[in-house]
């Protein structure tokens, strides 16, 4: 990433400076990548109230960059690091922008970049917008919010190419119907999170939601709403 964008990084939910390591088996790691955190926390009752906080922190670090103009281009699960504070609370951090770029509002970029398994369909024709970090951010929704083994979703989501990723919205229901919405606090929290999955992974750049629609859906609103108000109290706080 240019030198010129660094300064601009300055996020509670981004880090541009890639760590070393992160979580190698050991109990006490206090350093995850988002994969390795799902698999170590995989448990029977499914913490939806975790997941989510964990989401809007990725959600609240995409609209920092995307307000600023900069297109990630390869948000994946391997670039997203989470630090556990001494209350083994996660603390969410986007990491990893050696493809990132400034963009101008609503101009099209044309250089491939990023892992073809995380990319919107448009990116393979060579024509996308900030967009794009939105289908990568669908993908991230769907692989944390499966019930099933992380390594199952992974072999699931090899299958496809790239172009047929749009079709995990619909996949999510036939996928996750069975025995899934007991892990949501009612139906309708597992519909509306139907429809914003359907919301990031349309195959259409145009009808696709953007970071602000994003944030601002029934199913994040209030988790981001907490977050932000977090975060304006802890700033308070220290002026």
């Known amino acids: 990433m240019q030198s010129d964008l660094l300064d601009f990084l300055r996020d509670p939910n981004v880090d541009y400076e890639r760590p070393l390591s992160a979580h190698d088996g050991d109990e006490e790691a206090l350093t995850y990548f ?5 698999i170590r ?6 913490q939806l109230a975790l997941w989510k906080d964990i989401l809007s922190q990725i959600c609240l670090g ?4 995307h307000d600023r103009n900069i297109l990630h281009r390869d948000l994946k699960p391997e670039n997203v690091l989470i630090n556990l504070d001494e209350n083994r609370k996660p603390q969410v951090k986007i990491i990893d922008f050696g493809h990132s770029r400034g963009v101008i509002a609503d101009c099209q970029m044309t250089t491939t970049k990023g892992t073809p398994l995380y ?10 917008t900030v967009k794009a970090d939105i289908f990568s951010l669908g993908c991230i929704f769907y692989k944390v919010l499966r019930r099933k083994d992380w390594q199952v979703i992974n072999e699931s989501l090899n299958r496809c190419i790239p172009s047929e990723l749009t079709k995990l919205a ?5 996928l996750g119907a069975q025995g899934e919405e007991k892990y ?3 139906k309708d929290d597992y519909d509306n999170l139907l429809l914003l999955m359907r919301g990031l992974l349309n195959e259409d750049p145009e009808r696709r939601l953007s970071i602000d629609e994003v944030v601002d859906h029934r199913w994040l609103k209030k988790t981001i709403n907490l977050k932000r108000e977090v975060r304006e109290n802890e700033t ?4």
Do not use: D, V
Not at 236 to 239: A, F, Q
């Open 119 to 128: 990319n919107a369909p448009e990116m393979k024709e060579g024509r996308y």
């Open 236 to 239: 308070s706080h220290t002026n």
């Open 41 to 46: 926390y995989n448990t029977p009752g499914f």
């Open 34 to 38: 988002l994969g390795q955190y799902r």
């Open 184 to 186: 949501y606090h009612n």
């Open 170 to 174: 619909k996949t999510f229901r036939s």
């Open 62 to 65: 995409i609209i920092f960059l």
